[in-house]
């Protein structure tokens, strides 16, 4: 089988989940004999930036094809000009390129960057498309479907620019795809300058100060730009839905994907498959729990439910209960208690150490997390979990009972249920046992089969 799978970067520039499980799923098919490319977003031109072309690179031994002015790749954030991801790209570049590559199957991780074109030049050659649902975005601008702290309802874009709290300019997305961008990512100096606990307070200082300034431009232009933001937010949402409406077949990663999914584009064909990806493999073992509690919190982001952890936590030590350690995998944004150990994102050879570290994973999330893969990585390695009841992985425990604990997305059940396993390590040792005997999804090369398999259900429709 010859196939393109669409990512919306490549790592340095961009990480994280989903780029990882992209990246594997890549390793896995082509370790299963099939011949797959990689198209992503590339650099914007000086001159002539609505001029589309695609160029042909190479990435870790991969090939790799680039998008020359593709649109911007927002990551969530707001952008200065809406209409920037509404352009449609130039047609007949994406039909050559379809036309020599012959590709029997198109799989897209996310349609940041990408051009509606695109879809339209591969259903006119009728090539199936198959679209993983990572997140919201398409629907949904910050692509987590939240308003402030609740569940978004309304997604015509009437309310977007109400909603958008950071806003990118154009001059900054299309640095963030520069060549030169790309090199210092990859500099260990700029790792250094991302990362050093030492340059943490000059960071906070110079945010606070950004923030006022945004502040106070924000309060003289609210009136002037909301009407034209409400129209441009609008036009995007029409946009995308087309998009939407070129998919072939959806890869759902869990049921309650499939759920948000149906409630916001309707009646739309599609199969469950969880996701995994190649560093999670069967290493379950009996852990010993000791007196102090060992939290760990992997993601970043008001989003991810930190806010809740870090108020739950410091009430928890107010009231004495003060043999509690969290570690964290990101770079704060503020200055935390003693409690908290902040850690660089961590790298695929550091996972074992990662979670030997901590007896329990949080993952109190607010949003309609479409899985939550960091829950099957810790339940790989017999570490109990709690999760919020918007974490899609929750149906993991709640398909094999006992395997971790389920929780409201608020303060007071996150406290209780922390509370328990504090004054009890028993729960854990119980739950631990109960990993280890459960029956979990944890052989990868079934899951890179069940894609396939996708693969040719949407060959045939």
């Given amino acids: 089988m010859n196939i393109l799978q669409y990512l919306p970067g490549l ?34 031109t000086y001159f002539r930036r609505d001029q589309t072309r695609i160029v042909k690179s190479r990435w870790d031994e991969k090939e790799c094809y680039r998008i020359i002015n593709p649109l911007p790749v927002s990551g969530g954030k707001g952008v200065e000009d809406i209409s920037e991801l509404t352009k449609k790209g130039n047609k007949e570049v994406y039909m050559k390129f379809l036309e020599t590559l012959k590709p ?12 509606i074109t695109f879809l339209e030049a591969a259903y006119q050659l009728r090539i199936p498309v198959v679209y993983t649902t990572h997140d919201y975005y398409g629907i949904c601008p910050k692509a987590i479907l939240l308003r402030g702290d ?33 090199i210092l990512k990859n500099n260990i100096l700029f790792h250094y300058l991302e990362y050093s606990p030492k340059l943490v307070p000059i960071k906070r200082q110079i945010r606070s100060l950004r923030k ?38 959806f890869h759902y990663n869990s049921n309650q994907s499939k759920e948000m999914f149906a409630r916001y584009l309707g009646n739309i064909s599609g199969n469950i498959i969880s996701i995994s990806n190649q560093n999670i493999s069967d290493r379950r073992r009996k852990r010993d729990f000791g007196k102090v509690l060992r939290i760990g919190f992997i993601g970043r982001g008001v989003h991810k439910g930190f806010d809740i952890l870090k108020e739950v936590l410091n009430s928890l030590y107010i009231r ?30 550091d996972m074992e150490q990662v979670y030997d570290n901590i007896d329990v994973l949080l993952l109190p999330s607010l949003w309609k997390e479409t899985y939550g893969l960091v829950v099957l990585e810790a339940l790989s390695y017999g570490v109990p979990v709690i999760v919020s009841q918007n974490v899609g992985a929750r149906e993991l425990l709640e398909r094999e009972t006992g395997i971790g604990m389920i929780v409201q997305a ?20 119980d739950i631990n046992l109960k990993i280890c005997n459960a029956d979990l999804p944890l052989q990868y090369e079934e899951h890179v089969q069940g894609v396939l398999d996708l693969y040719c259900k949407a060959i045939r429709a």
């Fill in 11 to 44: 790592p340095p520039v961009m990480n994280g989940g989903m780029i990882k499980y992209a990246l594997d799923l890549i390793q896995g098919e082509k370790q299963s004999g099939h011949t797959v490319v990689m198209l992503i977003p590339g650099n914007f």
């Fill in 104 to 115: 029997d199957i198109i799989h897209i991780h996310s349609f940041m960057g990408l051009h």
């Fill in 150 to 182: 609740k569940q978004c309802t309304v997604t015509d874009g009437v309310h977007c620019h109400e909603c958008m709290e950071t806003f990118y300019s154009t001059r900054k997305l299309r640095w963030h795809h520069s060549v030169l961008y790309e």
């Fill in 212 to 249: 006022r300034y945004k502040t106070k431009n924000e309060i003289q232009k609210n009136d002037t730009y909301d009407l034209n933001q409400v129209i441009a937010y609008k036009n995007a949402h029409c946009y995308y839905e087309k998009m939407f409406g070129y998919v072939t077949i």
């Fill in 320 to 349: 004495g209960l003060q043999d509690i350690m969290c570690h964290i995998y990101f770079n704060p944004r503020e200055k935390l208690p003693s409690y908290f150990i902040c850690h660089e994102p961590y790298r695929e050879e």
């Fill in 410 to 429: 608020e303060k007071e059940s996150l406290r209780k249920v922390l509370e328990n396993i504090y004054y009890d390590r028993k729960l854990l040792s």
